[in-house]
């Protein structure tokens, strides 16, 4: 999607959340006015006006609540697209789920945090910045899982694109709150090559023991890249006994030649350094 797409698309999300947010006060308080006017009207045909008036809001009400139901199956189902990898399709849906009128801006605010996720699979790290970025604007913290995806997916792609201090600004917030198991998972990746990146290796290979067993939990993947991010901090702290280990643990589960296409801070992992060498290129 283009930069006038995206910017199209987020512009029509702001619109939409703000006429739902206008409707819901909007309906609470006409309903205020409609049931203090009965107290003065003595004439029958009187009240059979603001039963008309009561009765056509009803139905708008309705209304509503269907397009809600809709906008919640749409974004369902892209979400069970991008899990099965149909990321076009997906999109379709999700953008769709976004932009719609609903009786609460939930599905809407989830819809935008899918529709991240997708793009940062794609490896669109400035469209996920500019989505996410966007969500945060509108008061994501009650949806608690969504809000710590957002944050940990803007930090992530800020790292890729060498925002090393804007990803610590996007980051920091989530030290806040208690974090769950599988946040805790999400988030140790990238800690580790945020304190890499910014020269803080002390932090990085403080509390390996707990580090280790975090990342015993994760894919394959993931889990490689933990084990070379925690030598690397090992290697630049003169651990050689540390980095050896994990080193050799982190070559068992994933190909480190590939990762460090992606991630260079493990590069040094990768072409065999010496334990005790020099600090390895930030990322």
Partial sequence: MSADRLETLLRRFRRQLAKVRAIRVGVVLLLIAVFSWTWWLPEPIDRSTVFVVLAGVLLAWVALAVSSVRLTQAMQTGRILLRTGQLDDAEVWLRRAMTGLSLSVNTQLVAGQQLALLFFR?????????????????????????????????????????RIDEAYEAMRPVYDVELSLADRMKLLPIQLRYELASDHSASASAALAEKVQIAELLDSPQAGL??????EACRRQAMPAQHAFLAERARLYWDLDQLAERYAVIAPICGGAAPGGGDASDE
């Fill in 226 to 231: 933990v084990h070379a991010l925690l030598a």
């Fill in 122 to 162: 794609r490896g669109s790290h400035l469209q996920v910045v500019a989505i996410c970025r966007e969500l945060l604007r509108q008061n994501l913290k009650r949806l608690r899982h969504a809000w710590v995806s957002a944050r940990l997916m803007l930090a992530d792609s800020l790292l890729i694109l060498d």
